[in-house]
């Protein structure tokens, strides 16, 4: 069963996941880095590394059934959510390192009007 929705085609990157195709190919270079393309036993994934790392940027960012992000990449609801589960650690933002007590960090306190409540 071919997917709907693949890395190949850059129009569909920016719609689901809100990454330019260069962003989203920098994410799967660091991902790649992390070794999320590692062999591991048992059965392969059903999407290459760039169509996983697809599948759960759209998830976060659409919040989409998984039998729907199945039905869009191709794959099974097991294997969607098993991708999102596998995945999604590793595609989680890194903690920042601790800043060094003279480090100087400036805080704009600016007050920026939200909406007018006058009337």
Known sequence: MGGVITSSEPSWITPFTGLSPQNCNKLVAAV????ADAARRGRPWSLPLEGRVLLVAAYWRTNLTMSQL??????SKSA?????AH?????????RRRLSATTVLIVDGTLVP?????G
Do not use: K, V, Y
């Open 80 to 84: 969607a959510d098993r991708l999102i």
């Open 32 to 35: 790649r880095r992390e070794g």
């Open 87 to 95: 995945m999604g650690p590793l595609l989680a933002l890194q903690p």
């Open 114 to 118: 939200t909406r007018d409540h006058s």
């Open 70 to 75: 199945a039905l869009l990449f191709g794959t």
